[in-house]
């Protein structure tokens, strides 16, 4: 007879839960005790109990519940649950999965069902949960169903990111229509209705709006949307009315959030019930310190708001005020150039009878000097008629006492592009001569000459030299104008009415005396040598001498005048005093700033624009690949996994690479700059950069062995110097020559101010190519972002403009020099380093996941969840213990503490008021040699330091891959 041992062998080796099955007492259980189960049961029990997925039998009609060790997660893995009717261990679920195990019982059909939601209770608490499971019949030798085989796998965190992700692509989407659609818009008001309209239906919210706010601390309400619930907003409102504590979180620009009207945060009750608000959003909009403005969302009833929407209405409002400042340039650019146009036409409609009846002597002469046509004014200010002038040189009417300005010497000037200006004295018929204002021009092939009569003003200005104070006030009453003496001896400035009004000063003052340094404390620190200079000048050689400079008048308004300086003396030669006129023109400085300001605003649109459709098609095929992960883990079909995963990570690095190249032309990528050997830097990379050129290409390096080292991040350079050799390459489809060299030079001020440099020693290092060369256009846009000329899809246009920045913000400079059909050379400047050169840290073949030392301790500070999560299961996989902070003031509590810290990881840029390095630097004096990473996306050099970071300091570049972050915590551990 077969003994009881060999009856349970179908449990050897099965686990803990075997083990249950042996101990338990089956007396009186309907079940009897396992060695007396039929085949059936035991073999579904054995293979129960050896699957790794959470397994369970479910026997007989009643469902006896036998389940496996990865199913305690559900049952529990005590054995009071173990082979008991599942309506009695799980009656929460009970009534939810019985009509389908009833239906597989009687039926014999199994069934599958994928991320199904089921509310079960964990620690006592009813937690939605999500899973994918089946049920397939258990039959005897004859064909009986006699019970259930369920294997179930839980999928709470995949649906969970898939809503996540579903949210985040929903928001993007969102985003990317609404700045489509404000960019179409014509008007301000236009670009805020929209915006209300499409913020309020994607909230599902009650009202939204903007109100601006004036002077007098009044809130003007002003585009605003309602779903019918709430009336707008309009009018006026004192900000008073909201109270002391919501005045001051609006005007240091924080957002005001409140859930219901008894909210900390909530504005007081009565205002409240006049807006009918019971849950709102405000996002102030500050400039200079003052609130400007705001935008506003809100809900008739109580309303919790999440983190993601209050971040996308902050991003909606930041959007919209740049939509608001754009359409604003440019309607009122457009409106300058309707105005220009209207000139224009105007002038058009006018050239005929400019000719005819003009005061100025206007004239069509051969490259020769003589004239091929001459207006009326000639014949009416000299008396010589058309005919005595046409086919003359003009020398003949040059009054003999004028020297220069003869035919030729015009034709060349002319020539060369440039327009000659001169006074001359032309012969009247009469006997006399007149003074004119000689202008000539080429345009083809012909010189087109104006001559303005100056005479009168000449004969004004020899006047003016002599007139008495009074003859200059009255001069003075033209508005905008000033005329004013300066006498030297006495350094005072007379009392003109006009000198007063321009430079702010009152009559009362003048009487008591102005001086040069009371006219120069008035005007702009920069420009303050100006003024002095252009006296001095006007005082040494009695020249005339055109300056321009800003003045700001004791009402805080600022004014730029366009000033000239002449000299005078007494009878007797001694006395010297200054004699100036001066105009207003800050209105003609004031519209050159907004066309900047408009100019500015349409090339950060096309950078944005070029930004927005790389990142869209990275994202496609991110999110793309991560949709069919999740679809194939459904599925349960893993082999095209690596495939999808292989697709995101490219992706992301292509995006990553995307991020750094833009962060490099705005000269805000955080670099490790250190002493750089360049000779033995390019040395290194031949090898690379051959086989990067290929065969038709012929590479030629010159360094200097004696080259001066350089300060400055040794990855970026390669990266450079690779970018331009492709560069070269691509321009050289016929093949060529590459030239790399390096050698030293120093420039002296005059220059250094040819390259845009300070004078000083640096290293030149140039990328030549005997290819195709660049026009003169092209160079002047090569630094552009997203600028390319070559074919679409074959280049972002970032290269150059990250060379550019990488050598700005390493102290350098950057310069083209190209001739077509020859070739191109690129070179860059960089500063000398007068220290020592280190060596480079050697390349790693890949970081391997040992264990940490004892209780070693990592402390990871950083706002984003998800990168907190991210590295602490790194740091967990590595063996150390993490310790997580989301802010700089809860690290410091954590480095205060007697906790053991080993290494400090940080973000750079964190909420509360401390950013990383501070935390670093606070941390280290309690620590002083605790290691410190950055990790940092964005790192201002005012952050992380303009030089080399400080022993036991290092920086790692978001995004960055797992690899490198375990490689540079085992390296700052010494592990």
């Known amino acids: 007879m077969e003994s009881i041992s060999a009856k349970l062998r179908f449990l050897d080796g099965a686990g803990p839960i075997a083990t249950l099955l042996r101990t338990h007492d089956w007396s009186g259980h309907p079940l009897g005790p396992p060695e007396d189960w039929p085949a059936t049961l035991k073999l579904s029990v054995s293979l129960c109990l050896r699957a790794r997925f959470p397994s369970a039998v479910y026997w007989g009609a009643d469902f006896w519940l036998i389940f496996n060790a990865a199913w305690t997660g559900m049952a529990g893995p005590d ?24 239906r597989a019982f009687e039926t014999g059909e199994g069934a599958t069902f994928s991320s199904q939601p089921v509310t079960m209770l964990r620690d006592g608490v009813p937690t939605l949960t999500y899973w994918t499971y089946n049920i397939s019949p258990i039959q005897d030798e004859n064909g009986t169903v006699v019970g259930l085989f369920n294997q179930g796998l839980e999928v709470t965190d995949y649906v969970e990111t898939d809503n996540a992700l579903r949210a985040a692509k929903r928001e993007r989407d969102f985003i990317l229509t609404l700045v489509e659609e404000q960019r179409i818009q014509p008007s301000p008001d236009d670009v805020m209705q929209r915006t209300a309209e499409a913020l309020g239906r994607f909230l599902e919210v009650d009202r939204v709006g ?20 709430l009336p707008p907003l309009t009018g006026t409102t004192p900000s008073a009315v909201f109270g002391k504590i919501i005045g001051k979180t609006v005007q240091r620009g924080n957002t005001l959030v409140f859930n219901a009207p008894d909210d900390p945060a909530a504005p007081p009750p009565v205002v409240l019930g006049a807006i009918g608000t019971k849950a709102g959003l405000s996002v102030p909009l500050v400039r200079g310190g003052a609130l400007q403005g705001a935008l506003y969302v809100s809900h008739a009833e109580p309303r919790a708001w999440t983190r993601g929407e209050i971040a996308l209405v902050e991003e909606v409002a930041e959007l919209s005020w740049d939509a608001v400042a754009r359409v604003r340039a440019v309607t009122e650019l457009r409106a300058l150039n309707a105005d220009l146009a209207r000139k224009v036409a105007a002038r058009t409609a006018e050239r005929d009878q400019l000719w005819e009846f003009s005061t100025d002597l206007l004239g069509i002469a051969e490259q020769d000097g003589s004239w091929i046509a001459v207006n009326p004014a000639w014949e009416r200010a000299l008396g010589w008629s058309n005919e005595e002038i046409v086919g003359r040189d003009s020398q003949w009417l040059r009054h003999p006492d004028d020297e220069g300005g003869s035919s030729a010497e015009i034709a060349q000037i002319a020539a060369a592009g440039t327009t000659h200006r001169l006074e001359r004295r032309l012969r009247t018929r009469d006997g006399g001569y007149r003074i004119f204002a000689w202008q000539t021009t080429l345009v083809g092939d012909r010189l087109y000459t104006n001559a303005r009569d100056i005479t009168e003003e000449r004969r004004q200005q020899a006047a003016l030299r002599a007139a008495d104070a009074r003859t200059r006030i009255v001069l003075n009453a033209m508005e905008g104008i000033g005329v004013w003496t300066y006498d030297v001896a006495r350094d005072r400035f007379d009392g003109e009415i ?38 001095e000048l006007a005082r ?107 697709a995101a990570q490219a992706g992301a690095v292509r995006a990553a690479a995307l991020t750094h190249r833009l962060l490099a032309f705005s000269r805000r990528q955080p670099l490790d700059p250190r002493p750089v050997d360049v000779p033995q830097l390019i040395a290194g990379m031949e090898d690379l950069v051959r086989g990067t050129l290929g065969p038709s290409i012929t590479l030629e390096i010159a360094a200097q062995p004696n080259s001066w080292p350089v300060l400055a991040d040794a990855n970026q350079l390669e990266n450079a110097l690779l970018n331009l050799c492709i560069n070269a390459r691509d321009a050289s489809p016929a093949g060529g020559t590459v030239r790399i060299t390096a050698h030293n030079e120093t420039f002296d001020p005059s220059a250094a101010a040819v390259r845009d440099l300070p004078p000083g ?52 400079q950057i310069q083209i020099h190209s001739t077509l ?50 590295v602490s299961e790194v740091l967990g996989e590595l063996g150390y213990v993490a310790l997580e902070a989301e802010t700089g003031a809860a690290a410091l509590e954590l480095l205060r503490s007697a906790e053991r810290i080993d ?73």
Not at 793 to 803: A, F, P, V, Y
């Open 79 to 102: 054995a009071s649950k173990l082979a008991r009717p599942v309506a009695e261990t799980r009656p929460e679920l009970w009534s939810m999965i019985e009509p389908h195990f009833r």
């Open 210 to 229: 903007f109100f601006e706010v004036t002077p007098e601390d009044l809130l003007i309400y002003g585009a605003c949307w309602v779903s019918g619930r």
């Open 498 to 535: 006009g000198f007063a009004e321009l430079y702010g000063f009152t009559p009362e003052q003048l009487e008591t005396g102005v001086s040069l340094a009371d006219v120069a404390a008035r005007v702009h620190p920069d420009d303050q040598a100006i003024l002095t200079a252009a006296v």
């Open 540 to 646: 040494k050689t009695g020249q005339d001498g055109a300056h321009e400079y800003r003045l700001r008048l004791p009402d805080g308004s600022v004014r730029w005048v366009m000033a000239r300086n002449h000299v005078q003396h007494d009878a007797a030669g001694g006395r010297e005093t200054v004699v100036g006129v001066g105009v207003d023109v800050s209105r003609q400085r004031e519209l050159e700033e907004r066309l900047r300001q408009a100019q500015k605003m349409e090339a950060v649109g096309q950078l944005t624009g070029g930004l927005a459709h790389d990142f869209n098609n990275l994202l496609t095929g991110i999110s793309g690949a991560l949709e069919l992960m999740q679809l194939r883990v459904t599925q349960g079909r893993t082999e095209d996994l690596p495939r999808y995963i292989n």
């Open 761 to 812: 020693a640096y290293l030149v290092v140039c990328v030549a190519d005997s290819g195709t060369g660049m026009r003169a256009d092209v160079i002047a846009r090569a630094f552009d972002p997203f600028f390319t000329t070559k074919p679409i899809g074959q280049g972002t246009g970032l290269g150059l403009s990250m060379i550019y920045g990488f050598v700005r913000q390493s102290g350098g």
């Open 821 to 870: 059909g020859e070739g191109t050379t690129i070179c860059l400047y960089l500063p000398r380093h007068d220290g020592a050169v280190g060596d480079r840290a050697p390349a790693q073949t890949g970081p391997t996941l040992g264990a940490a030392r004892r209780g070693e301790t990592v402390l990871v500070v950083d706002d984003e969840p998800s990168v907190r999560m991210l």
């Open 903 to 975: 290494l400090l990881v940080t973000d750079v840029g964190l909420p509360g008021g401390l950013n990383g390095r501070q935390v670093a630097d606070a941390a280290r004096v309690a620590r002083p040699t605790l290691p410190v990473l950055f990790i940092t996306g964005f790192a201002e050099n005012a952050v992380v330091g303009d030089g080399a970071l400080e022993p036991g300091m290092a920086l790692l570049a978001k995004p960055f891959a797992m690899e490198a972050l375990v490689e540079r915590i085992r390296t700052m551990l010494g592990a």
